[in-house]
C-alpha cells in the first residue's frame, strides 16, 4: 500500500524561500514517477513540477518555472520541491503525488504554504 506524506509547508514573506518534502511509503519507490501539485482557496488543482523514476527528467509549470526545483532521493523513498523567490499567488495547499507504471495515481494530504505580501 502506497502513502505519501508531505512536510515543510508554512507562512512565508514574497522573496522567501521553502523547502517541502514528501515521504514515500511502499514498494519499488524507484519504478514511480512523482510529481507536486497545488490548489488554492477557489481554484482547481494545477500542475506544479514532476519528475521520472530515474531523477534526469523534470517538468514544470510556467509558473514557477526558474523559482522552484523538483528533485527525488530513491535511497530514501523522498521527492522534495525547493521554492525560491516566492509570491503571494504561490499560496495553496500543495500535494505531492506518484504515478506507477500500471497509471495508478497516489496522491498525500497537502501541505499548506501561505506567502505574505
Known amino acids: 500500500q502506497v502513502q505519501l506524506v508531505e512536510s515543510g509547508g508554512g507562512l512565508v514573506q514574497a522573496g522567501g524561500s521553502l523547502r517541502l518534502s514528501c515521504a514515500f511509503s511502499g514498494r519499488a519507490f524507484s519504478t514511480y514517477s512523482t510529481g507536486w501539485f497545488r490548489q488554492a482557496p477557489g481554484k482547481e488543482r494545477e500542475f506544479v513540477a514532476t519528475?521520472?523514476?530515474?531523477?534526469?527528467?523534470?517538468g514544470y509549470a510556467n509558473s514557477v518555472k526558474g523559482r522552484f526545483t523538483i528533485s527525488r532521493d530513491n535511497a530514501k523513498n523522498t521527492v522534495s520541491l525547493e521554492m525560491n523567490s516566492l509570491k503571494p499567488e504561490d499560496t495553496a495547499v500543495y500535494y505531492c503525488?506518484?504515478?506507477?507504471?500500471?497509471?495508478?495515481?497516489?496522491w498525500g494530504q497537502g501541505t499548506q504554504v501561505t506567502v505574505s505580501s
Open positions: 519528475i521520472g523514476w530515474s531523477g534526469s527528467n523534470t
Open positions: 503525488t506518484a504515478r506507477a507504471t500500471d497509471g495508478s495515481d497516489y
